[in-house]
């Protein structure tokens, strides 16, 4: 039957992002009682999944990204020799079941995963158009929580965000209170989840001695930039760079 495992053996090569998006969170989480459009212990337990995903996983992505109810991870080293439908299903159910457990959940939630093939000067503009979708996602999701709010229903409320351009949302929303621009950097631009190597001083009893050491710590950014703005883009590139360099020291 083995030979009956068609899909075991499609590899990938790196880099590759793998992109984890959060099954019909709207419906699964709707009772819960988080805030609407946005809900920090929402957004905290998706980036703190992120972050135990890249401690806890076995698998060593270089950075994530995350903004909703997605997650994107970029890897130079592949585990599982690039299986496809390995890499896809592990990295799934280890989100699903660290999401569970953050937010600890009664119901459970699953997410889906895709592997995206990029080349290595690829990697920035996939990043720039993720966070673009975060924009407009932000953008939306205040427009419809406006429109729900005063009472209109929701097929009527998505009718009328489509056919206003973002420019019309803006206005709509400061007409009601609703400043876009002064809101958290978080929902406009996502959270950046990644390994930060720190130079650590400490006395060794061994030798005697105060040494030098580092040390890996994980760290959350909420303020990031626009990855295409003058800031973001050596941002970014740090990011890829510096961690690309790092883990070639490891192996």
Known sequence: MKTREIYAEMRCIPPVVL???GRNFKNTLSGLGFEKPYDKTFARAMADTAELFIKKSGLSPLFAYTFSDEISFLFTDLPFDGR??????????FLGSALTIKLRLEEPIAF?????ALQKEEIPEYFHRR???AWR???ASWGYYALRNEGMGRNEAAKY????????????LFERG?????LPSWQRRGVIISKEAREIQGFNPVSGKEEKSLRRKITQNWEIPKFKSEKGIPFLEKLINRNLEHHHHHH
């Open 131 to 133: 966070q673009l979708e």
């Open 137 to 139: 996602n932000f953008v």
């Open 178 to 182: 609703i400043n876009l621009a002064t």
């Open 19 to 21: 992109r984890a998006d």
């Open 84 to 93: 496809v439908e390995k890499i896809d299903s592990v990295v799934a159910s």
């Open 161 to 172: 965000l489509k056919r206003k351009k973002e420019s019309e949302i803006h206005e709509m």
């Open 112 to 116: 889906d995963s895709r592997l995206v």
